[in-house]
């Protein structure tokens, strides 16, 4: 059969006549005589009209067939039609590669979570106050300090430090509390051990112990040291994303995400952790669960009200709140008194200039009349 | 070189869009179930189909690097480049003072642009070495960091001229690329003849440089204040009443921008296409290979409607099917790609220039395009 051969030494091909043996294929060159080992032989055309073959290795020598001489050829050397002579790979590559991939990934996504704990156990004073830095940074451009919460501020610090004194809180003379001004209901807790609490959480609830609910709850995100252990995994997945994916930015934009206070929401079994360390430091304090219960119903009920979506992230991420309302609701002591008095009530709601609140309804009367967007604590 | 013109069509593509679309999609695929770790075998597939459809002479080009090559070079980027970048960008921030972390990163972004450089000098040198015609090696010669020195020069000129050194600094860097570039042992020449290389060029890049610093805003600007006042929101969105916002408000605006954009878009690649036609054809008309010249009849809209396709695959594709409009773009070029002459083809010889045994590790670090860039 008529076909063309490069030499691999100049760029033209010359005409020449190949015979097809049992195992090689044979053509001449000038005088001289080539005779090429089927096994020895790859495609060089993928598919493309018409079939080139090379050596192996590559000497730069090629011939090329026209398409009409394939069943010839096909007969002579199947093996130069498999998948694998036209350079596709096995499927075994594939499957090695998803292998690969998902054990890097269980690596980096479930190992370096598991050794959150000790990293962030380890880390220096001064590495946990620069991430608190760039927390406080955020906290200062998305809220506004209340000049006037200095009072109620007290007021919430000596109920978590009681809180935290009954329940043994190793943290109980770190912690504090600061009230902002900001546009949703919420609380979390920072890097330093500083918790943040909005006005319009305060506002939110209704009576003291659903706001004594949710610090406890933000305590024991510090206490558990949640915080930089959450900051850590979301790195190792930054880490992950930028070695794996390539440079496109995607790692760095969760690393930078995990220290901001997009960051800071949680796992579920942070979450549940928090929640029943929350309710033994209320149950130390002889503070009714209840609270806590009644601030869960609060949130469901804004949650389904929440039309624009402006609640999605973390409820997303949170135990259902039926489920945790019931649970705090199960350790319920009723009778209890709250942990504020009258007055101390009204100058916390009073913070960030909201003219105080109502005093002190009853619980069996307490339903959320209207309230204003909110976001569960995280 | 033989007086004799070449075939009436010397360069054809004969992909077909089904046939590589469906590569792509396989690739797209396996991509995303390996975490992108198949992405080494994608471009390589993907190279070897793009290749084998384009034919000089009636031979085709034949792409032969392998998958592993390209692995190898990202696991040597893993300690190389990775492991200094996490410590700049995770560990730094935590383990020193602020102002020592803050100018790592800025040094490390200073030392992106030679890097990028030299990262897109290298990926060429591995595609040329990996790309044979008539079993003859294509091939890179020259160095990677003189090219990362010069090109960071002209990128800093490209920024001190607010871009107006641009067309210098693209016709600079064709010129190094391409007079390093050889077929077998025989070199590519830039020819100069007297004339500014970029002398075409000014007039259609001060059609995209007035249009991106003007047109291209107000067009935004006209469509998302239209958008918005079809939509009834103008008012509300400016707060001149104290309106309820209606209850499609969010998506409203969001469409509003979202039509501003796409115009927006559409506005930039329009200004730009003059420009990116008027600079691939000098670049061409340039170009000579043992006497013979070349020639590219690229137009203006007939690329902006390419590179529109190419766009808009990729976008909905969010990137999976991104090797569509490298394959539009190719098959663009090829097919109006013209050669004066022919070359002495039986006197040039196989390339001696050395061959890479690993590749783009670095460009693959940074994440860049992975496409063929023909010029």
């Known amino acids: 059969m008529r076909a063309r051969y490069a030499d691999g030494r100049a760029a033209i091909t010359r005409e020449t006549e190949c015979t097809l043996a049992a195992d090689t294929l044979n053509f001449i060159i000038g005088e001289t005589r080539a005779e090429w080992s089927y096994a020895d032989l790859a495609r060089a055309d993928d598919g493309n009209g018409c079939i080139i073959l090379k050596r192996k290795p590559d000497t730069g020598e090629r011939l090329y067939f026209e398409s009409e001489h394939e069943a010839e050829l096909r007969a002579a050397a199947p093996n130069l039609f498999t998948k694998r002579a036209r350079g596709i790979e096995s499927p075994l590559i594939a499957a090695s590669l998803a292998a690969a991939a998902y054990a890097c990934a269980a690596a980096f996504l479930i190992g370096v979570p598991m050794a959150s704990g000790p990293i962030a156990d380890i880390m220096p004073t001064a590495s946990r106050e620069q991430i608190a830095d760039i927390s406080w940074s955020q906290v200062n451009a998305l809220t506004d300090y209340c000049d006037d919460s200095d009072e109620a501020a007290r007021i919430l610090n000596d109920m978590a430090h009681r809180m935290m004194t009954a329940a043994q809180v190793p943290q109980r003379d770190n912690v504090w509390i600061t009230i902002v001004d900001a546009p949703i209901p919420n609380a979390f807790a920072l890097p330093d051990e500083s918790i943040i609490v909005t006005a319009q959480l305060i506002a939110m609830a209704e009576q003291p112990d659903e706001l004594a609910g949710v610090i406890a709850h933000e305590i024991a995100h510090i206490e558990r040291n949640h915080v930089l252990k959450n900051i850590v995994s979301n790195m190792g997945a930054g880490i992950f994303f930028d070695i794996v994916v390539g440079g496109g930015g995607i790692g760095q934009a969760v690393a930078v995400a995990s220290v901001n206070l997009a960051g800071l929401s949680y796992s579920r079994d942070f979450e549940r952790e928090a929640d029943a360390r929350g309710l033994d430091y209320l149950d130390a304090a002889d503070i009714d669960t209840a609270g806590l219960a009644r601030m869960f119903d609060h949130l469901r009920t804004a949650a389904e009200g929440d039309v624009e979506g402006a609640i999605p992230a973390l409820l997303s991420t949170h135990p259902d709140t039926a489920t945790r309302g019931a649970d705090a609701r199960a350790r319920s002591r009723p009778g209890l008194a709250q942990p504020l008095t009258e007055q101390e009530w009204r100058v916390v709601r009073s913070a960030c200039g909201s003219g105080g609140g109502p005093a002190l309804p009853a619980p069996a009367a307490a339903q959320p009349a209207e309230q204003p967007e909110k976001t569960p604590p995280s | ?375």
Do not use: C
């Not at chain 2, 469409?255 to 600079?279: E, H, R, T």
């Open chain 2, 1 to 375: 070189m033989t007086s004799e013109a070449a075939p009436a069509q010397a360069f054809r593509h004969s992909g077909k869009f089904i046939d590589v679309m469906g590569l792509a999609a396989k690739n797209a695929l396996l991509t995303l179930l390996t975490f992108t770790l198949y992405r080494f075998w994608a471009r390589t597939s993907m190279r070897r189909r793009l290749w084998s459809r384009v034919s000089a002479m009636g031979d085709p080009l034949e792409y032969t690097g392998t998958a592993l090559e390209l692995f190898r070079g990202f696991l040597i980027a893993l300690p190389t480049f990775f492991l200094p970048a996490i410590f700049v960008y995770y560990i730094a921030p935590l383990a020193l003072d602020p102002g020592t972390a803050g100018w790592l990163a800025f040094g490390f972004y200073l030392l992106a642009v030679p890097l990028i450089a030299a990262a897109r000098y290298l990926m060429r040198r591995y595609q040329l070495s990996r790309t044979h015609w008539r079993g003859i090696r294509f091939g890179l010669a020259g160095s990677a960091a003189g090219f990362a020195f010069a090109s960071s020069g002209w990128t800093v000129l490209q920024w001190l001229s607010l871009f107006w050194y641009t067309p210098v600094s693209r016709m600079n860097r064709a010129k190094l690329l391409w007079e390093n570039a050889r077929f077998g042992d025989q070199p590519f020449e830039f020819v100069e003849d007297g004339q500014s290389p970029q002398k075409d060029l000014w007039w259609p890049f001060a059609l995209g440089w007035f249009g991106t610093a003007f047109a291209v805003p107000t067009v935004f600007g006209i469509v998302l204040s239209v958008g918005l006042a079809y939509l009834g929101l103008d008012a509300v969105a400016s707060g001149e009443q104290a309106t309820e916002p209606p209850p499609n408000f969010i998506a409203g605006v969001v469409i509003a921008y979202l039509i501003a954009v796409i115009g927006a878009l559409l506005g930039y690649l329009l200004v730009w296409a003059p420009y990116n036609a008027a600079a691939m054809n000098a670049i061409a008309a340039r170009l000579s290979l043992d006497g013979a010249r070349f020639r590219l009849r690229a137009k203006t809209f007939s690329l902006f409607l390419v590179t529109l396709a190419g766009w808009i695959v990729t976008i909905f594709s969010i990137g999976l099917l991104a090797p569509i409009a490298g394959f539009l773009q190719v098959r663009y070029v090829i097919n109006r790609f013209e050669i004066l002459g022919e070359p002495r083809f039986a006197e040039i010889g196989q390339s001696i220039v050395s061959a890479p045994n690993a590749g783009e590790g670095l460009g693959d670090a940074f994440d860049l395009d992975m496409g063929v860039g023909v010029i």
